[in-house]
């Protein structure tokens, strides 16, 4: 079992940026496929990004493309997400999400997909 834990997030105006961290702790990051999805109270998890476990490959929502970037560091066990031109409408609790994958250049875009969560991190951005 892997454990994760978000950080980076806060508040910010819109068209400001903020990078997002998930350390990975228990089993070595590079065994995983990770995600992070984004949840509004009231709300079903949505999926934001998506990387696959050597990094090879990556999916993003529509909604972020072109503004948002996931990327991996296997050597620290950490995956971010960079979001640059936030939106209001960005704001939501993020989670990261990872899962065990047999084949490397696979990601995975579905919250039911994933096995191990992190708690979250509150991103708020105002207008």
């Known amino acids: 079992q892997v454990q994760l834990e978000e950080s980076g997030g806060g508040l910010v105006q819109a068209g400001g940026s903020l990078r997002l961290s998930c350390a990975a702790s228990?089993?070595?990051?590079?065994?995983?496929?990770m995600g992070w999805f984004r949840q509004d109270p009231g709300k079903e998890r949505d999926f934001v990004a998506a990387?696959?476990?050597?990094?090879?490959?990556?999916g993003y929502a529509d909604s972020v493309k072109g503004r948002f970037t996931i990327s991996r560091d296997n050597a620290e066990n950490t995956v971010y997400l960079q979001m640059n031109n936030l939106k209001p409408e960005d704001t939501a609790v993020y989670y990261c999400?990872?899962?065990?994958?047999?084949?490397?250049?696979?990601?995975?875009?579905?919250?039911?997909?994933?096995?191990?969560w992190g708690q979250g991190t509150q991103v708020t951005v105002s207008s």
């Open positions: 999400a990872a899962r065990s994958a047999q084949y490397g250049s696979i990601c995975y875009t579905k919250s039911k997909e994933y096995l191990n």
């Open positions: 228990g089993r070595t990051a590079r065994n995983y496929a």
């Open positions: 990387i696959s476990k050597n990094g090879g490959s990556t």
